[in-house]
């Protein structure tokens, strides 16, 4: 079946703008994540959707970050007022919320987000 | 704050050895264990996963877990050029909470 898809693949902007990126999960899977990754580092937790409720926003750098969810599957992260330091490849992933104890994330192909 | 620590590498075997990868937890709650292999420039991929402690073996993959060590590993028999990527690990508590990533280890299989 199909597997989780961002959208777009690779985005360049310039400092001060706006920018939205989407996700597309698998289908059935309730749970949604946004993580970052930034050269050379380790994946950077940014924000957990449970449907269409985000209750873990912690990992949000700053009130320039912001993300939804609507009717339990696409998702889009906003970044306002882009900064250089919002550089990074920005990964999604979902993973089913029923059976095994934890069930595997599946992570699509990342948005690769240059601020100028 | 929850932490996972992986040594950075590079880790070079040669062809046909067994490459040993480490991670260790600070979160003595953490009930799931996952490693993914990521390729440069592409996104992470699951590899393994372990839940209980001992051994779970998957083709030239074996997955290790000691919860009171709080250590989990990462066997790869018969090491190909193929396997030559960054392998993160990761950690989760029970329910719904994030994947914690340790920021990876590259391994580096020589011809």
């Known amino acids: 079946g199909a597997g989780v898809s961002q959208s777009p693949s690779n985005k360049v902007t310039e400092k001060g703008k706006d920018v939205e990126l989407r996700c597309d999960p698998i289908?059935?899977?309730?749970?949604l994540y946004w993580y970052r990754q930034s050269l050379g580092q380790g994946l950077e937790f940014l924000i957990y959707?449970?449907?269409?409720?985000?209750?873990?926003k912690s990992g949000l750098p700053s009130d320039r970050f912001s993300a939804e969810r609507t009717g339990g599957s696409v998702s889009t992260l906003t970044i306002q007022r882009t900064q250089q330091e919002d550089s990074a490849v920005y990964l999604c992933?979902?993973?089913?919320?029923?059976?095994?104890?934890?069930?595997?994330?599946?992570f699509g192909p990342g948005t690769r987000l240059t601020v100028l | 704050q929850k932490e996972v620590e992986q040594n950075s590498g590079p880790l070079s075997v040669p062809e046909g050895a067994i490459a040993s990868l480490n991670c260790t937890y600070s979160?003595?709650?953490?009930?799931?264990f996952f490693w993914y292999r990521q390729y440069s420039g592409k996104s992470p991929e699951l590899i393994m996963f372990?839940?209980?402690?001992g051994d779970k073996e998957d083709g030239r993959f074996t997955a290790q877990l000691n919860k009171a060590s709080q250590y989990v590993s990462l066997l790869i028999r018969d090491s190909q050029p193929s396997d030559s990527a960054t392998y993160l690990c990761?950690?989760?508590?029970?329910?719904?909470?994030?994947?914690?990533f340790g920021k990876g280890t590259r391994l580096s299989v020589i011809a």
């Open positions: 959707f449970q449907g269409n409720s985000a209750p873990d």
């Open positions: 372990i839940y209980s402690n």
């Open positions: 979160d003595r709650g953490s009930q799931s």
């Open positions: 992933a979902s993973r089913k919320t029923s059976g095994a104890p934890y069930n595997e994330q599946f």
């Open positions: 990761a950690v989760a508590s029970s329910g719904n909470t994030p994947l914690v």
């Open positions: 289908s059935g899977h309730t749970a």
